[in-house]
């Protein structure tokens, strides 16, 4: 089956900068890498995905980019803000083929004020 | 955008009994499946719910221990059966399909965090 690597697990940012997450799967048949943020005692939130015909994608201080040949995946995070703080999960599925995610095993990030 | 729901939202169960969860949603959606997330680790796939079939189990979980139903298109329940400690857990639903989505869209229910004593 699909294995989902992400790194790093940690994350401490002074406020403002950038952060970046990485991440690696297995299976060359996935097609679409959905992230998520997850703040303590939340549900995990989708926040930006991407389909493996688009190479990044944007989303105000968001960005994905996703190397196909490489079959690796990363997050992009901007101007990072307190409210960044939260467990991020990238994850990847076949799509419309078979849409099960799995997950990768989640980056703690901390903005520091 | 769609409501997700789940019943209860937290328990605490002697071992040995069952627990049953609820996940409704307020609109049709395409599939549901259920996911345990353990404290402090990641999400783990326990199954596919099928609407008015046998669930689809992951590697690891099986009917007799983790009993799925989803009698339509808008409401499935995962029970816990015969608990020990080792079950203490967050168990999400999740749904794809929503009105207005790209269909690969995965939204997740609040959770129930269940503690087994």
């Known amino acids: 089956g699909e294995n989902v690597e992400q790194h790093p697990s940690t994350l401490s940012v002074q406020e403002g900068d950038s952060a970046v997450i990485k991440c690696t799967y297995s299976?060359?048949?996935?097609?679409?890498f959905p992230w998520y943020k997850q703040e303590l005692g939340k549900r995990p939130q989708l926040i930006i995905d991407?389909?493996?015909?688009?190479g990044e994608k944007k989303d105000q201080r968001i960005a994905v980019t996703l190397n196909k040949t490489a079959k690796h995946f990363s997050l992009h995070i901007t101007e990072t803000q307190p409210e960044d703080s939260a467990v991020y999960f990238c994850?990847?599925?076949?799509?419309?083929?078979?849409?099960?995610?799995?997950f990768g095993a989640g980056t703690t990030v901390t903005v520091r004020a | 955008s769609a409501v997700i729901s789940q019943k209860p939202s937290r328990d605490i169960c002697q071992r040995g009994t069952s627990l049953t969860i609820q996940c409704q949603v307020d609109s049709q959606v395409t599939m549901m499946f259920w996911y345990r997330q353990q404290p402090g680790q990641s999400l783990t796939l326990i199954a596919t719910a099928n609407q008015g079939s046998e669930a689809t189990y992951e590697s690891g979980f099986v009917i007799d221990k983790f009993p799925i139903s989803r009698p339509n298109l808008t409401f499935s329940t995962l029970t816990v059966s015969n608990m020990s400690p080792e079950d203490s857990s967050i168990y999400l639903c999740?749904?794809?399909?929503?009105?207005?989505?790209?269909?690969?869209?995965?939204?997740f229910g609040p959770g129930t965090r269940l503690t087994v004593l």
């Open positions: 991407i389909r493996s015909n688009v």
């Open positions: 999740s749904v794809t399909g929503l009105a207005g989505g790209n269909g690969l869209e995965q939204f």
């Open positions: 299976d060359s048949a996935s097609n679409y």
């Open positions: 994850a990847a599925s076949k799509g419309s083929t078979n849409y099960k995610l799995s």
